[in-house]
């Protein structure tokens, strides 16, 4: 990961609707016990800094616009990690203002299951979460193409 980011991977957390069971669950990685800093995660309040969105509740239809915004504010190459067992669908997955699943508004990487998961799942997670960005940067080239527009 230090050869990727420079000793550092940014979070942008963004809850769609949850009981903020994950999200308290999440506040646990930043304690001393956990301590996701030691790996070089940390949290950012921007889209624009982040490589990684955490996606927390079920898919709520009010909350499309919000999240494909802030998943294109981000740069490339990003990754996105649903957590819990709402995004997956959940209790709500018959729910007319819920879709099935957050795939179904964003390209979903990682899951990480559970009502909530703990810590040290959510650790797992985020930890798989670098190796699919590591190949999602691996896959990144440089086009030369002959109109000169630097596209990649």
Do not use: N
Request: aromatic fraction near 8%; hydrophobic fraction near 45%.
């Amino acid at each position: 990961m230090q050869s990727l980011f420079g000793r550092s991977l940014h979070i942008r957390t963004i809850d769609t609707g949850s009981c903020a069971v994950c999200e308290s669950e999440i506040r646990l990685l930043a304690a001393p016990h956990y301590d996701l800093h030691r790996l070089g995660f940390f949290f950012t309040p921007s889209p624009r800094h982040a490589d990684l969105l955490l996606v927390t509740g079920p898919a709520v239809r009010a909350f499309d616009q919000a999240v494909k915004k802030t998943y294109l504010a981000m740069p490339e190459p990003k990754i996105v990690v649903a957590v819990g067992a709402c995004p997956l669908g959940g209790v709500y997955s018959e729910d007319a203002f819920v879709h099935g699943s957050l795939e179904e508004v964003l390209p979903v990487d990682v899951f990480i299951p559970g009502c909530p998961p703990s810590p040290l799942a959510l650790l797992q997670g985020l930890l798989v979460a670098v190796g699919r960005l590591a190949e999602k940067v691996d896959a990144l080239s440089f086009v030369d193409d002959e109109a000169g527009t630097g596209e990649w």
